[in-house]
C-alpha cells in the first residue's frame, strides 16, 4: 500500500491568532501553506478577507490564494481537488504542507473526504430561497434554479416540497455536485492529519473582531468593495456575500451610515465566530491551544511534531 502523505493544519475562529502563528511557523520549517479560506480565493479582495501581504507571500509560498475571478462560483468538492493537488505537488517538491484557515466545510472535505450529505444548514440561503418561493411565480423560480444545478431533483420533487427542494439546492451549490449524486458516506482521507484549532476567551475574541473590523476600514474596505461593483461582479455574486463586502453595498448606496454598516460587520462577524467554534467540535481529533498564552507558539509546534 502507497504511504500516505502527512499533512498539519491549524484552524479556528475568524481573529483568533492562527495566521500569524501559521506563517511564523511556516517560514521556521520550510513549510508551504494551503489556505483554507472561501473567501481568500478571489482575486482582488485583499481588505475584507484579511489576505497575506505580497511580502508574507513572497517569504512563505501560499496557495489556493487569487485562483478565482470574484464573478466565479467556487464549491466545496473543487477546493478539495485543488487542495489534493497542492499537497501531491509540494510533497513531489520534498516540502511539507500547511494548511491554515477557518473554513469549516472545505476542513471537513479535505480532512474526512465528500460526505455531501453532512453538509451543514445555510440559514441565510434559506431565508433567501423561502422569500424567492413565495406564490405560485416564486415556485416557478425556485423550480428554475433547482434545475440549473440538479434537474434530477427538480424532475423527483412536487413543486410544493419547497422544505426538500431548498436543501437541495443548499447543498448542491454549496459543494457544486448535484444533490441527486451526493455519495452514501465519506471517502478516505488520502492523507494522515494532525489537526490543531487555536481558541481564546469568547469576549477576548470579539474584542479582537471589533478592532479588526476598524483596521479593515481604515485600510480601504468601502473603495475596495466600490472599485469590485465598479469592475462589474454582480452584488449578487458569491464572493460579494463575503462579511464585509455585503454590508458595504448598502452603505455605498446611501441605504446605511458608516456606523450602522460597521456594527453589522462586527455583529455577523462576531456570529460567524461562534459558528466556526461550533462547527469544529463536529471534526475528530483536533487539539486546541490558547493562543492568547504566552507558550501558545511552542505547545501549537510540539503539537505538529511528527
Aim: glycine letters at 6%; a negative charge.
Amino acid at each position: 500500500m502507497e504511504k500516505k502523505i502527512f499533512c498539519r493544519a491549524l484552524t479556528g475562529p475568524t481573529a483568533s491568532g492562527k495566521s500569524d502563528i501559521a506563517f511564523r511557523m511556516a517560514a521556521a520549517h520550510g513549510w508551504e501553506i494551503i489556505c483554507m479560506d472561501s473567501m481568500q480565493i478571489y482575486r482582488g479582495m485583499d481588505i475584507g478577507t484579511a489576505k497575506p501581504t505580497r511580502e508574507e507571500q513572497e517569504t512563505v509560498p501560499h496557495h489556493l490564494l487569487d485562483i478565482c475571478d470574484p464573478r466565479e462560483r467556487y464549491s466545496v468538492s473543487r477546493y478539495v481537488q485543488d487542495a489534493e493537488q497542492c499537497v501531491r505537488e509540494i510533497a513531489e517538491r520534498g516540502r511539507e504542507a500547511l494548511f491554515v484557515g477557518g473554513t469549516g466545510l472545505y476542513l471537513e472535505g479535505i480532512v474526512k473526504g465528500m460526505r455531501l450529505g453532512s453538509i451543514p444548514a445555510n440559514e441565510e440561503l434559506r431565508a433567501e430561497l423561502r422569500a424567492l418561493s413565495e406564490g405560485e411565480e416564486g415556485r416557478r423560480l425556485l423550480d428554475e434554479r433547482l434545475r440549473k444545478c440538479d434537474p434530477a431533483t427538480a424532475e423527483k420533487l412536487p413543486l410544493n416540497d419547497l422544505r426538500r427542494r431548498i436543501r437541495a439546492i443548499e447543498v448542491s451549490e454549496s459543494t457544486g455536485i448535484p444533490f441527486s449524486a451526493q455519495p452514501e458516506a465519506a471517502a478516505e482521507s488520502p492523507f494522515d492529519w494532525i489537526l490543531v484549532s487555536t481558541c481564546m476567551e469568547r469576549e477576548h475574541l470579539y474584542e479582537r473582531i471589533n478592532r479588526r473590523v476598524d483596521r479593515m476600514m481604515e485600510s480601504g474596505l468601502a473603495e475596495e468593495v466600490r472599485r469590485l461593483l465598479s469592475e462589474g461582479v454582480p452584488e449578487d455574486a458569491q464572493s460579494m456575500q463575503a462579511i464585509g463586502y455585503k454590508e458595504m453595498v448598502p452603505y455605498l448606496r446611501g441605504e446605511y451610515t458608516m456606523e450602522t454598516a460597521l456594527d453589522e460587520i462586527r455583529k455577523r462577524t462576531r456570529h460567524y465566530a461562534k459558528r466556526q467554534m461550533t462547527f469544529l467540535k463536529r471534526i475528530e481529533g483536533i487539539r486546541y491551544a490558547d493562543s492568547e498564552a504566552e507558550d501558545a507558539y511552542a505547545r501549537i509546534e510540539e503539537a505538529f511534531r511528527v
